[in-house]
């Protein structure tokens, strides 16, 4: 390894989206891929869980195993000394926190005035625990282990060379491509009634798309931050939100029209920010 090390420093972001995805779309396949290629529902499949947990080991292993071969000890001081550091603008909680679920509340709200599937989650159930305890559980542990790869090791690199918005768009896409196993897993036992050759485009089109944005969102607010903590809370807000408590329709058209909407504005989002110049680059004072 460490006759390939000045080639890892000098390109430390290509390899680690190589590794990650290497471990990631590698643990998926031998977990799930039987569940995956056979069409299973991934609602009753237990496979597909078990899948995800090992696609989720990804970021966080590449992040550290690189972040212990280029920097050593002091490196991994840094990464969770970001990782404690909490004590920031009320400003940043609020993007953190209520982005994701203002959004997701707003778009489904509005849509439910059609339909009352469009409805979110939580006002379709008399019991809310089952949606609220593991949506806070997911959230935070998701977020962790993600959140130690994209914003521990990527983004602040891509930061030295781009501004926010470019590196939130870099950091979104491949995040996007990332979950596409998962989505097409998702997607196959989704898209009736539906054509496959319509809603598995248009499924992965929109989520990407939403996740760019809200990375593009969550580097503005590193940036401003440098807080790791901050980019964990940020992504559980994402996860509480859009697959638990207030979670859409999941099938079908309405999944699809959902989708679409949500992705858009969150994109609405990010033009306002652009306007307003929110993604000028920016240097923090020690």
Sequence with gaps: MTNHLPFIKRYPVIIYYILTFAISFGGFLLVGSSGLFAGTNWETDPSFQIAVLAMLAGPPIASILLTILLSGKPGLRELFLRLSRWRTSARWYMDALVIAPFWQVLVLLILSIFSPEFLPAILKTNDKIPLLLPGIIVGIVGGFVEELGWTGFAIPRLLKR???????????????VWHLLQMTWVGVSSYAPVSPTVFLPV???????????FRVLMVRVYEHTESLFLAVIMHASYIFSTLFVFAGPIKG??????????????????????????FEKVVLVK
């Design 253 to 278: 058209v309405p999944f699809l029209i959902y989708s679409c909407a949500f992705a858009a504005t969150l994109w609405i989002t990010v033009a306002f920010v652009m306007k307003r110049g929110g």
């Design 162 to 176: 781009y501004n926010a918005l470019t590196t939130g768009i870099i950091v979104g896409i491949l995040w996007g």
């Design 203 to 213: 499924y992965f089109i929109s989520s990407i798309a939403a996740l760019t944005a």
